[in-house]
C-alpha cells in the first residue's frame, strides 16, 4: 500500500528546534518529487518545501533559511528540520508526494496524516 | 506569487443539489496547473481534480473540473453526504499556493 506516516512534531518554545520525518512506503521517495504542506489551526493550506528528485530544494519564503528538507534514500523517509521556531509556525505539517515523478510541476496525490507542531512558552 | 480567491467562502446545500465552487486566480495559471481538493474534519487533504479537468484515481465521476486561465470552477453534480466538507484549489505551474477554501455544508 502507498502510504506516508509523519512523526516527530510536538510542543517547543520559539526559537527552538525541530524535525519532521516522513516514512514512505509502497513507492520510492527518491524517485519523486516530494513536499511539505502545513495548515495552521482553522486555517488553509500552505506549501512549505520541496526536493525534487534529482535532489534540489525550494521553500517558501515564510520558511526560507529557517526549515531545512531532506531525505535518506536508504530509510525512504523525508525530513525537515525546522529551527528558529516562531509562533506563526504552529501547524499540523503534512508531506505529501506529488502525481508524477517525471514532472517537476503536478498535483500532490498522496499525503500523510500529519503531524502538529506547536510552538509556545 | 500567485493569489487564488474562492468563492463563495461557505455554500449551504441539501443533498442531491449540484454545488458549483469557483476559483480565481491572480495572473493565467500555467498550463492549466489547477487542483481541487477535499478536506474533512481531522483528515489530510484528498485529491479530486488535477490539470483544471482530470479527475484523480477512484473520484467518482460527479465530481467536474473546468477552467482555464485565471477562471475555474468545480462542479458536484449531485451532491452525496459524504461531500459535506471544505474543498481547496491549488496552482502548480508558479511555485505553489492553495486557495482560501469553500466550505461545503447541509442545509
Known amino acids: 500500500e502507498v502510504q506516508l506516516v509523519e512523526s516527530g512534531g510536538g510542543l517547543v518554545q520559539p526559537g527552538g528546534s525541530l524535525r519532521l520525518s516522513c516514512a514512505a512506503s509502497?513507492?520510492?521517495?527518491?524517485?519523486?518529487?516530494m513536499s511539505w504542506v502545513r495548515q495552521a489551526p482553522g486555517k488553509g493550506l500552505e506549501w512549505v518545501s520541496v526536493i525534487h528528485s534529482g535532489g534540489s530544494t525550494y521553500y517558501a519564503d515564510s520558511v526560507k533559511g529557517r526549515f531545512t528538507i531532506s531525505r535518506d534514500n536508504s530509510k525512504n523517509t523525508l525530513y525537515l528540520q525546522m529551527n528558529s521556531l516562531r509562533a506563526e509556525d504552529t501547524a499540523v505539517y503534512y508531506c505529501?508526494?506529488?502525481?508524477?515523478?517525471?514532472?517537476?510541476?503536478?498535483?500532490?496525490?498522496?499525503w500523510g496524516q500529519g503531524t502538529m507542531v506547536t510552538v509556545s512558552s | 506569487e500567485i493569489v487564488l480567491t474562492q468563492s463563495p467562502g461557505t455554500l449551504s446545500l441539501s443533498p442531491g443539489e449540484r454545488a458549483t465552487l469557483s476559483c480565481r486566480a491572480s495572473?493565467?495559471?500555467?498550463?492549466?496547473?489547477l487542483a481541487w481538493y477535499q478536506q474533512k474534519p481531522g483528515q489530510a487533504p484528498r485529491l479530486l481534480i488535477y490539470g483544471a479537468s482530470s479527475r484523480a484515481t477512484g473520484i467518482p465521476d460527479r465530481f467536474s473540473g473546468s477552467g482555464s486561465g485565471t477562471d475555474f470552477t468545480l462542479t458536484i453534480s449531485r451532491l452525496e453526504p459524504e461531500d459535506f466538507a471544505v474543498y481547496y484549489c491549488q496552482q502548480y505551474g508558479n511555485s505553489r499556493t492553495f486557495g482560501q477554501g469553500t466550505k461545503v455544508e447541509i442545509k
Open positions: 505529501a508526494r506529488q502525481r508524477d515523478g517525471f514532472n517537476v510541476w503536478d498535483a500532490f496525490d498522496i
Open positions: 509502497g513507492f520510492t521517495v527518491s524517485s519523486n518529487y
Open positions: 495572473q493565467s495559471v500555467s498550463s492549466s496547473y
